[in-house]
C-alpha cells in the first residue's frame, strides 16, 4: 500500500539552527500539507501547497518556515531558525483530490527536538 | 468557540461495551468530515469519511448532524485494540483542501 514517507524520524538541534525535514508523499497525489502537533496538543495546520506554491498558511507559519517542492518526489519544511517552542512532532501529508475530497494520509512524522 | 471541538475524555469501557463520541464544528459551510484513529504518538490513520446519509464500516458508525452541526462516531463490541485518540476533522472555511482537527477524545478499552 502506498505510504507518505518521512525522514528522519528524530531530530535534535540547538536553538538557532536550521533544519529540514523531508517527506515523500504518495506518488500520484497533487496536494501536500504540513501539520504539527505539540505534546498533548491537538494536530495543528501549518501549510498547504499545490502546483510548486503554497495555497494556505496558518499563522504558525511565519517567516522562519519555508517549504519546497525540489524535484518530482520530494516536500521539504525548513525552518531558519528554531526556537525552544518549535518542539514538536511534524507531520507531512498528502492527498489525491484536494478541496471537495480532502482524504489526507499522514507520514509516520518526525520529533524535533530543540534545545 | 472553535473550530472543531471534541471533549477529551478519557472514555474508559468494558471490552463488548457500545460507545459513542460527539464531535462539534463551527462552520455551517463545512462539506467534508472525517474520523481520524490517533495511536500514541504515532501519526493520524483516516478511520472513516462522514457523509451526509450516514457511514457504516463494521463495528464502526459515522453521523453527520448538519442542523446541530455534529458528528458522532459510534463502536459497537469495542475490543482491547480500539484504544486510541480519536480525531474528527474538517476542511473548516478553505478551499484548499486542509483539514482542521479536534483536540481528540481519547478511548481506554479495558479487560
Known amino acids: 500500500e502506498p505510504e507518505v514517507t518521512q525522514t528522519p524520524s528524530h531530530q535534535v538541534t540547538q536553538m538557532g539552527q536550521e533544519v529540514i525535514l523531508r517527506c515523500v508523499p504518495i506518488s500520484n497525489h497533487l496536494y501536500f500539507y504540513w501539520y504539527r502537533q505539540i505534546l498533548g496538543q491537538k494536530v495543528e495546520f501549518l501549510v498547504s501547497f499545490y502546483n510548486n506554491e503554497i495555497s494556505e498558511k496558518s499563522e504558525i507559519f511565519d517567516d522562519q518556515f519555508s517549504v519546497e517542492r525540489p524535484d518530482g518526489s520530494n516536500f521539504t519544511l525548513k525552518i531558519r531558525s528554531t526556537k525552544l517552542e518549535d518542539s514538536a512532532m511534524y507531520f507531512c501529508?498528502?492527498?489525491?483530490?484536494?478541496?471537495?475530497?480532502?482524504?489526507?494520509?499522514f507520514g509516520s512524522g518526525t520529533q524535533l527536538s530543540v534545545l | 468557540r472553535k473550530e472543531v471541538e471534541q471533549d477529551p475524555g478519557p472514555f474508559n469501557v468494558p471490552e463488548g461495551a457500545t460507545v459513542a463520541f460527539n464531535c462539534t464544528y463551527s462552520?455551517?459551510?463545512?462539506?467534508?468530515f472525517f474520523w481520524y484513529r490517533q495511536d500514541c504518538r504515532k501519526e493520524p490513520k483516516l478511520l472513516m469519511s462522514v457523509y451526509s446519509s450516514g457511514n457504516e464500516d463494521g463495528r464502526f458508525t459515522a453521523q453527520l448532524n448538519r442542523a446541530s452541526q455534529y458528528i458522532s462516531l459510534l463502536i459497537r463490541d469495542s475490543k482491547l485494540s480500539d484504544s486510541a485518540t480519536y480525531l474528527c476533522?474538517?476542511?473548516?472555511?478553505?478551499?484548499?483542501?486542509?483539514?482542521?482537527f479536534g483536540q481528540g477524545t481519547t478511548l481506554q478499552v479495558k479487560p
Open positions: 501529508a498528502s492527498s489525491e483530490a484536494g478541496p471537495g475530497d480532502e482524504k489526507l494520509f
Open positions: 476533522a474538517s476542511h473548516g472555511s478553505s478551499n484548499t483542501g486542509k483539514l482542521i
Open positions: 462552520n455551517s459551510a463545512s462539506q467534508s
